[in-house]
């Protein structure tokens, strides 16, 4: 990582590719069609500590978006962001229906506020360590990501189409995306229990925003 970042014109993700909040990010900027060069930032070999990161990003978390001269943090503030500056091809329901809008965001923020942070790598090294253990707690994450899609799940009753909010892609469902692949792929979570889920993640799974975007095609 070059520590001369602020040179850079144009747009740059910095991100690492396992990272499902690094994925969000990538989905929605391919969704909206805005180029961007991705940034490696290898989080196994500590860079997203390093002094030129975190004065990019004080949290030393990934991703970040350098765009508009600008670096921003945080993915439901940079979602904010490119749906305020980059309207086309929105990732939220019209402003005309702020219920809709509103039913949008919970569910992205019970991935992302309430179960994505909980089964944080970082979390879960912390809470093995607090035991006496090594590794990640994966009982932990499994925990977490169950009671998200819980939570999830009921609120899909009264909302789903074929995608989490009726018959368009949403920012809830870049987020569901990330956070089943957590689950089913790193945690063997068992799906039976969400056939709402399931049958919303078919369809999501065959978006190009999500298949291109996808750790196993960007690791």
């Known amino acids: 990582m070059t520590a001369k970042v602020a040179a850079r014109t144009g747009v740059f993700l910095f991100e690492s590719p396992l990272s499902s ?6 989905a929605a900027l ?4 805005i180029p961007f060069e991705s940034i490696i930032i290898n989080t196994a070999k500590n860079e997203h500590k390093l002094p030129q990161y975190t004065a990019m990003n004080p949290s ?4 970040t978006l350098q765009i508009d001269g600008i670096f921003l943090n945080q993915t439901p503030s ?11 091809s929105p990732l939220l329901p019209p402003a005309t229906d702020p219920v809709a809008r509103a039913r949008v965001r919970a569910l992205s923020s019970i991935i992302m506020c309430d179960t994505h942070p909980i089964q944080n790598l970082s979390v879960l090294v912390k809470i093995s360590n607090l035991r006496g253990r090594e590794g990640r707690d994966k009982e932990m994450a499994k925990w977490a990501i169950e009671k998200g899609f819980t939570a999830y799940e009921k609120m899909l009753a009264s909302t789903m189409g074929t995608y989490s909010y009726g018959d ?3 920012v809830a469902d870049i987020c569901l995306a990330a956070q089943h692949y957590n689950g089913v792929a790193k945690y063997d979570v ?8 399931s049958k919303v993640m078919e369809t999501v799974y065959q978006h190009d925003c999500i298949s291109k975007t996808h750790p196993k095609n960007n690791a």
Do not use: Q
């Open 21 to 26: 909040a690094s994925w969000r990010i990538r």
């Open 30 to 33: 391919v969704y909206k069609s």
């Open 60 to 63: 030393g978390l990934v991703p």
């Open 78 to 88: 940079i979602f904010e962001y490119l749906e305020e500056t980059r309207p086309t």
């Open 168 to 170: 368009s892609l949403t």
């Open 190 to 197: 068992d799906m039976a229990p969400f056939p709402l889920i």
